[in-house]
């Protein structure tokens, strides 16, 4: 944990915070206060482990509507980015670390989203490669079909992802701690100063946590 909180890249002084980080800079205080945080919060995390819980304050975000593009026409042109607790942002790297190790081998070779070392520029050199390849044969063609998941996080379905997380032989309790994780979530919408009243949420993983984009990889494989 003490690497955490010294040594985060994701983590910038000029992050927004989250609904537990809101009269402070978590990031300063997480980094210059770590001999004396991590004992702390490592404490917690392996508590939060044994017991299969996340605690609920940890489960709570801010949700800012990022525009996708400069016209925006309607509400599906604003991306939900969620703004989370720093520190359970560092609890979820030491999980996406375990996780990562222990599914890498699983995951199938042409899945190049949210992968270390791999791109869109690779899957479109792939498909060209092979598309290419295809036609240097006299009279063939070829027929590409181009699908886009909509709302992509917001799909996952907790019981299901625990389902495929126990056929790859996860860790039973990290499995039950990811379920809990993603369950009986809360939620407020911030716009410039004006904020919602919070909602339960137990569908998805919010867009800006550190584990969504992992799960949504193993959840689709």
């Known amino acids: 944990m003490y690497r955490e909180f010294t040594d985060e890249p994701g983590f ?3 992050s927004g915070v989250g609904p537990t980080d ?3 800079r978590p990031f ?3 980094t210059y206060c770590a001999d004396q945080l991590a004992p702390v919060f490592t404490d917690i995390f392996n508590t939060s482990l044994r017991q299969c819980t996340v605690p609920q304050c940890f489960k709570q975000s801010i949700i800012i509507p990022v525009p996708k593009s400069t016209k925006i026409t309607c509400l599906n042109d604003y991306r939900p980015v969620a703004l989370t ?3 359970m942002k560092s609890f979820e790297h030491l ?3 375990y996780l990562t190790a222990s599914t890498s081998s699983q995951l199938d070779p042409y899945q190049f989203a949210y992968r270390t070392n791999r791109s869109v520029e690779d899957a479109v050199s792939l498909v060209l490669h092979h598309t290419l390849q295809h036609l240097e044969t006299p009279n063939t063609y070829a027929r590409i079909l181009f699908i886009d998941f909509s709302s992509a996080f917001n799909t ?5 992802l625990f389902s495929k997380l126990q056929d790859m032989n996860i860790n039973p309790a990290i499995n039950y701690w990811i379920l809990d994780f993603l369950n009986n979530r809360t939620q407020t919408v911030k716009v410039d100063h004006r904020t919602s009243r ?4 137990s569908t998805g993983a919010p867009q800006g946590c550190v584990l969504s984009p992992l799960l949504f990889s193993l959840y689709s494989n």
Request: proline share 21%; charged share 15%; aromatic share 8%.
């Open 156 to 160: 996952i379905i907790p019981t299901k």
């Open 95 to 97: 999980v996406l670390d």
């Open 28 to 30: 300063y205080l997480q």
């Open 85 to 87: 607790s720093v520190a």
């Open 12 to 14: 910038s002084p000029d």
């Open 198 to 201: 919070p909602r339960p949420l």
């Open 22 to 24: 809101p009269h402070y």
